[in-house]
C-alpha cells in the first residue's frame, strides 16, 4: 500500500510544482490583435491589409470590405471609381475589424466598408477634403493602410422598437 500511495505522491507535487511556473496572468484571445502578415502577394499582385474601426472606439467584426477600381481621364486627369459587386475583390473584417485582400491586380482603388448590395449601409473612404481616399497598390508589395475609421450605422437583423434603424418603405419607381 505505500508504495501505491508514494508514487502518486510524487506525481502530484510533480504537477503542483509545474502548474506554479505557468504564468497566472490570463488574455482574452477576443482582444488580441489577429492581422498577421500575409503571404508574399504573386509575381505582379498586390496585397492590402488594414483595420476597421467605427469612431467610438470598436472594431467593426463581420464587415464586408471592397476595393473599387479607379478609372482615369485622358493624361491621367479626374477619373471615377468603379465598384462591380461581381468582379471587384472584397473580404470581410474579422473579430478584431482586420482584413486582408491578397492577390489582386495593382493599381489604384478607392475603399468601400460596408453593404452595398443587401441594406445600402456603406462608406466610402474620404481624404479630409470629402472626395475619395486613392490607395496607390503597388506590384509585389503589401500595403498596410493601418486603421480606417467609420462611422457606419448598421442595420439591426430584426425589427426593434428603436426609431431610425430601418428606414421606411418606398415604392418602387416606375420604369
Same mark, same amino acid.
Given at each position: ?15 503542483? &510544482? ?42 467593426? &467584426? ?114
Amino acid at each position: 500500500m505505500k508504495r501505491v500511495v508514494l508514487p502518486l505522491l510524487s506525481v502530484w507535487l510533480i504537477l503542483l &510544482t509545474s502548474c506554479s511556473l505557468i504564468s497566472t496572468s490570463t488574455v482574452n484571445p477576443k482582444v488580441l490583435p489577429t492581422s498577421t502578415t500575409p503571404p508574399q502577394p504573386e509575381s505582379g499582385m498586390a496585397t492590402i491589409v488594414g483595420q476597421v474601426l467605427h469612431d467610438q472606439g470598436y472594431p467593426m &467584426t463581420n464587415t464586408i470590405v471592397r476595393l473599387a477600381d479607379v478609372a482615369r481621364g485622358a493624361q491621367g486627369r479626374g477619373g471615377a471609381f468603379i465598384l462591380d459587386l461581381a468582379r471587384s475583390p472584397g473580404t470581410t473584417t474579422d473579430d478584431n475589424g482586420y482584413f486582408n485582400i491578397q492577390n489582386v491586380d495593382a493599381g489604384e482603388y478607392v475603399i468601400v466598408v460596408g453593404d452595398v448590395e443587401l441594406t445600402g449601409s456603406y462608406e466610402i473612404i474620404e481624404e479630409t477634403n470629402g472626395s475619395a481616399k486613392v490607395w496607390n497598390l503597388l506590384p509585389d508589395q503589401i500595403t498596410d493602410i493601418g486603421t480606417l475609421t467609420v462611422s457606419l450605422v448598421l442595420p439591426t437583423p430584426f425589427p426593434t422598437a428603436i426609431p431610425g434603424l430601418y428606414p421606411a418603405p418606398t415604392a418602387y419607381p416606375y420604369p
